[in-house]
């Protein structure tokens, strides 16, 4: 069974930016996220959803 919910040092790393970009994100609510007692998780269905969000096409 695959893990749903990650933590931010693997959101981090899936994503290539910094635990501190990331915290940073979550601060300025620029990804959803799941608060879950102190710890805050990410979903990975919704990482990939902000990925294809974010993506920009090519111009030909």
Known sequence: ???RLIT???ASEYL???V???YSWVSQKKIDYVKIGRLTKFD???IDKFIEN???E???
Do not use: C, D, F
Request: hydrophobic share 45%; net charge positive.
């Open 1 to 3: 069974m695959q893990k």
């Open 16 to 18: 290539g930016v910094s």
């Open 58 to 60: 090519a111009v030909n």
């Open 8 to 10: 931010i040092k693997e």
């Open 20 to 22: 501190n970009t990331l």
């Open 44 to 46: 990975l269905r919704v």
């Open 54 to 56: 974010g993506s920009v």
